[in-house]
């Protein structure tokens, strides 16, 4: 899924990072995304007031697990790359630059939009079991207005140590590394663990990170932490100690602090807001000509109406 609220936020990010190993709680927050956009309820863990990103990670939706009909109808993005991981289901993706995939659970769809894309996102079968994240990765200056891509990648690297298995879906974790394409040093992994299990993972202490268990629970370098909320790290950590009482999962993220001021706003991440005004100008344009083809495209094969952007806010 995408940012598809109907009364969305303006949303200035810049990076929270003290510099130093910490250990903060961030509650994630229910939005739910109905209507022409489907039953879904999704808890969002970025971005926040306090923490606005980690790393390049800029968006972290959970969704499910629920039986529900995802239908993402076209909607634009710009400045980005969406990084669909689902544990639940499959889901159909659609794109302006011809892309048509289902993505089934570990596998992993990145979608860069670079200067413009388009796209959807439908569930398949009659009401599914889905779960999964959604999340968005920020473009660096000098890479958000290259040319849109699309990877789908169904077999990806996996560390697995000690009752730990990692499957790194993007970045690297050791030696580890996916082979996805990334514009900034990024991490991104699923960590399953036994119940009883315990490891050491090794970090790079350049970055900063962050942990969210979807579910069980862990002892995280000796704290706490259950499903739901996001425990960022900080800086500065070369390894994790992690034990699991139970058997876990958890999303591990990671990145150096992201160096640029961001917007966002809707599906649209730019470095202004007079950026959002000109993106979303643009997109109302090409819907008002017809659905025409102009810089976000229209999905292949996709003859559903698309979404028209919100309103601004004042």
Known sequence: MSNVEADPAET??????????????????????????????????????????????????LFGPQRTDMRVLPHPHTGLQTVTWTLAGEVRHRDSL????????????????GRGIAHSEFSLGEQPYLHGLQLWVALPRGSADQAPAFEHHDRLPVREANGVRATVFIGALGDVASPATTYSPLLGAELALAGGSATTLPLRSDFEHALLVIEGGLKVAGTALAAGPLLYLGVGRSDLDLAAPVGTRAILLGGTPFPDDLVMWWNFVGRSHEDIVGFRAEWMAQLADGYADGRFGIPVGDELPPIPAPELPN
Do not use: H, K, Y
């Open 98 to 113: 011809g892309s048509d995939v289902v993505i089934r659970p570990g596998q992993l769809n990145l979608m860069t939009s």
């Open 12 to 61: 200035a990010c810049r990076s929270a990072s003290a510099g130093r190993p910490v250990t903060e709680f961030f509650e994630s927050r229910v939005v739910p995304l109905g209507g022409i956009r489907g039953d879904i309820t999704v808890n969002r863990s970025l971005p926040q007031r306090a923490l606005p990103t980690v790393g390049a990670w800029c968006f972290l939706d």
